[in-house]
């Protein structure tokens, strides 16, 4: 299973929060890096991986281009969450697989092609369509994405751990590629999750705080 490194940008910072309460996130002044300068926090850490949640591109405030594509030189493969609103929107890059977000992708996001799709999920509803994660999953079957990422918001940053059941439900859902973000605290959470059937889980939290062993970030697979 694939190890993935999460990254949050706001400000022109790496910063860190709990929950999705993006309002209250912080630069990342703790961890594995000595910065929380973008580059120099990517260059540290040395992930395989990296996932970036541009927030400032997902609320309209600003953008990080340029940071994401110097980032993305830096890793194997680089999923970007930028706020995508259309398919015109989405950037081009070395590394770069763009993430569509059903948060931000729009009504129809059917159109899509390629890249990833973020399954943005809070209080067990899709955001913001108010389905069950795995109601929505068997429709992005029909869609045209390369793969799909769940992302448990209201986990995010709490290292609350997994549900077995509830991640094989998920994983019966979708055929494709399937990936997973929120709550991941353990290595028996990655266990858990491996078990499960995904393919790939993304990171952070854990990894600074001693709970996942670097060297399985910097080769890009665990268990």
Known sequence: MDLVLAMDLR????????SGNRET?????WGLSPTAEPLGY???IRPKYLYIADLDRIEGTGAHDAIVKQCAEKVACCYVDRGCR???????GKNIKNITGTETGGADLSCYRGGYLSVDVKD???IPTNETPEAFLTRVNDWHFEGCIILNIGAVGTESGMDYDA???LRAAYRGRLLYGGGVATVKDLETLSAAGFDGA???TALHRGQIPIEWIRRGTCC
């Open 86 to 92: 259309s398919p015109a929107d989405l950037l081009s």
């Open 42 to 44: 990517v260059t540290a």
């Open 11 to 18: 400000q022109n910072c790496v910063v860190h929060g709990k």
């Open 167 to 169: 991640l094989k439900a």
């Open 202 to 204: 993304i990171i952070a």
């Open 25 to 29: 996130y912080k630069p990342l002044d």
């Open 124 to 126: 067990g509803r899709v």
